[in-house]
């Protein structure tokens, strides 16, 4: 019944931009820190952002810090990553991805996934 649905992914020029939506179906998403996770091919899941109950968030790497922005919409049951200033290192399938209450930077930890967007960065 809970489903996960990213949107706003394709093919972006280095220093582009683009906005990932995740939609949130089966669940409510104001009970719920929200995860953004990548993958690029052959490389392991990875940690990007994630926004908690209360809207407070926690970036990953430095790489992302200071150009991914991630914010919550709980009256449209939505979160987003804003990801600004793209380099070909961000090329990745993105993931959204739903915990209970408390926020994490574990994958492990999260309850719900969605199925993927792919961001391709061309240099």
């Known amino acids: 019944q809970v489903q996960l649905v990213e949107s706003g992914g394709g093919l972006v020029q280095a220093g582009g931009s683009l906005r990932l939506s995740c939609a949130a179906s089966?669940?409510?998403?104001?009970?719920?820190?929200m995860g953004w996770f990548r993958q690029a091919p052959g490389k392991e899941r990875e940690f990007v952002a994630v926004?908690?109950?209360?809207?407070?968030?926690?970036s990953g790497v430095d790489s992302v810090q200071s150009r991914f922005t991630v914010s919550r919409d709980n009256a449209k049951n939505a979160v987003y990553l804003q990801m600004d200033n793209l380099e070909s290192e961000d090329t990745a399938v993105y993931y959204c991805?739903?915990?209970?209450?408390?926020?994490?930077?574990?994958?492990?930890?999260?309850?719900?996934w969605g199925q993927g967007t792919q961001v391709t960065v061309s240099s």
């Open positions: 089966g669940l409510s998403m104001h009970t719920y820190a």
């Open positions: 926004i908690d109950v209360y809207g407070g968030s926690t």
């Open positions: 991805a739903a915990k209970r209450l408390r926020a994490s930077i574990r994958a492990s930890e999260y309850d719900y």
